[in-house]
């Protein structure tokens, strides 16, 4: 009885399997809903009798159990990196160019093309065959682990159709819900009262992140393979096409549309094509994808910071919608850039209700010719951001008027500036402007700043938000706050006390850390020591005129506006002495330690790499105690380059540019050679 049972247990599993793969990857089903339904009945039955004899990958182990607290959080094996994007013909025509000339040939390319599908990218691992884990994209480096969800879907094989699977497997896909799926959705949800979902995409993601298993097996949520991230013990093809055709035998769906490109000319032809079926497909897409085809070629190629050079995606135009322009607010961001945004009288553009896009600034409203009361085309730049495209000239009221910007800040009523050739204007408020305040209060409590442990981005929040700091003297004042603190949500005794403690500790400080922390626009790091070794005080800076300020080494111009208007403002002036009062202080500067006289003065450096005996930021500190500037960016302008272990493209320019480059060893000499270790 026993092994007539796990023979037809087998038999039903196997059966099940290749009708579920015809009907949800090949989409050529094999049998009626009622059959595949009385096979399925009949296999649970079985398995209830003799639960022992329940496969891996029969279909009734697609629901699992709810994961405890959330999803656990994995690292990827291999990075899943994001594309670089190209928006015409002549960026992909430059992108094969770089292709050519880095591996040295002006032969054809052969590339793999597919549809840009708007969903959620996935990774799944496979161990000798079966299915063991799944995760979210993430932020690229680790993902979500939603094992459990991914095998509620039914393009999703279990185990591989092969009698020879690779010992690890590792394949990367999108998940998506079909336009018709998505319809079907949402009159349910709406016959049953509930929530409905604006786009396939929002749908897709929250079914795919249910906590319970079962919820998402209930969306109609598709999984299409499009690329292998990393496997052993098995000779992958060297075309990325062939992986793709070998990787739809085992079980997976790849898309119909992907197709061999065997030259840029085929690219192109290929985005014309699939842009006229667009709107015809079942599914959202965004663009086309473009890969070289010889993995041999894409290792060779290697990869940039975020990207491989191998790779581009080639968006799609968004698309745009027409509505009218109801009025125009001007927001004041957490830098203190002013920015115009159109109240829209609300319309339906690429899946999303928008009622308001940005104006960007002044010249953007003088190039468009914008005015009040105007009929605009409306586009989601990248399908995301909306935008006032283009204005409809032929459509403008009589009465409309023209956009007017303030004259002072329209939250703290200070005076408003614009650096000659920039385009943004900018409230000069500082540490007075309410919608400044949280960014100041964050950049204030910084390691590089005062550096106060416990006080992160969420505290500040929910402090400014109760009321309880309006600006960097009301941190020191919490000192005699602890019982409200005990109160917010996760602060418990100790956590508290070692705030307090570091609040305590960060009244003795470094003036140009001090100087540094005030925020005053442009005068980073640097700039503060700078300033600090010319003046040697704070009430010298603070009297220091704008020629005064010119003598100081690292501050032009522009620069020297930005520190004269901050301590010009007595509002600001107020806050540093209640500063001061509080106790924060910090040891006399010697007036000859000048930047002029120090050592790597005038020099710019570049770091990267990973360093063994520092951090870059522990590096750079050491760095500019000797005078020197650090840049984050490799320019004809920079006078060496640090460079670490697996460095990059920073490494490659500077080689390009003839720029001197140092290793650690060397680095640590310099250092030791000028008294700094």
Sequence with gaps: MSDTTANRINQLVRQLNEYSYAYHVKDEPLVSDAEYDHLYQELIHLEQAAPNFILPESPSQRVGEKPSGGFETVAHTVPMLSLDNAFDNQQLLDFEQRLKKLIGTEEEITYCCEPKLDGLAVSLRYENGLLVQGLTRGDGVA????????????????????????????????????????????????????????????????????????????????????????????????????????????????????????????????????????????????????????????????????????????????????????????????????????????????????????????????????????????????????????VLLDKRPEQSREVHFPTECPVCSSELEQITGEAVIRCTGG????????????????????????????????????????????????????????????????????????????????LHRFIYALGIREVGEATARALTGHFASLDNIIKATSDDLLNVDDVGPIVAQHIRRFFSQSANVDIVEGLIEVGVHWPDVEKNQTVTEQPLSGLSYVITGTLANFSRDELKDKLIQLGAKVSGSVSAKTHCLIAGEKAGSKLTKAQDLGIDIMDETAVITLLEQHGVS
């Excluded at 600006?471 to 005699?480: F, G, T």
Aim: some cysteine; proline content about 5%.
């Design 431 to 510: 540490l007075i402007c309410s919608a400044q305040r949280k960014q100041s209060l964050k950049h204030f409590v910084a390691r590089k700043a005062m550096d106060i442990e416990g006080l992160g981005d969420k505290l500040i929040d929910q402090l400014v938000d109760l009321g309880l700091i309006n600006n960097p003297v009301d941190i020191y004042r919490l000192i005699d706050k602890k019982d409200i603190l005990l109160s917010l949500e996760r602060m418990g005794e100790k956590s508290v006390d070692n705030l307090l403690t570091s609040i305590e500790n960060s009244k003795t400080t470094e």
């Design 143 to 390: 993902g979500e682990n939603i094992t459990s969800n991914l095998k509620t879907i039914r393009s999703v094989p279990i185990r591989l159709n092969t009698e020879t699977p690779p010992p690890v497997l590792e394949v990367r896909g999108e998940v998506y819900m079909t336009k018709a799926g998505f319809e079907r959705l949402n009159q349910q949800a709406e016959e049953a009262g509930g929530k409905t979902f604006v786009n396939p995409r929002n749908a897709a993601a929250g079914s795919l992140r249910q906590l319970d298993p079962a919820l998402t097996a209930k969306r109609p949520l598709v999984l299409c393979a499009y690329s292998i991230g990393y496997t052993e013990g098995w000779q992958q093809p060297d075309s990325h096409y062939d992986s793709l055709i070998n990787m739809s035998e085992w079980g997976f769906r790849i898309n119909p549309l992907m197709t061999r490109a065997e030259s840029m000319s085929d690219c192109l032809d290929y985005y014309a094509r699939i842009s006229q079926q667009r709107p015809k497909l079942d599914y959202d897409i965004d663009g086309i994808v473009y890969k070289v085809d010889s993995l041999t070629l894409q290792q060779t190629l290697g990869f940039i910071a975020r990207a491989p050079r191998w790779a581009i995606a080639r968006k799609f135009p968004a698309e745009e919608a027409i509505t009218q322009i109801i009025d125009v607010d001007f927001q004041v961001g957490r830098t203190g850039a002013i920015t115009p945004v159109a109240r829209l009288e609300p319309v339906f553009v690429a899946g999303v209700t928008v009622s308001n896009a940005t104006l960007h600034n002044r010249d953007e409203i003088d190039r468009l010719g914008v005015q009040i009361g105007d009929f605009v085309a409306i586009h989601r730049a990248g399908d995301v951001i909306p935008k006032v495209a283009k």
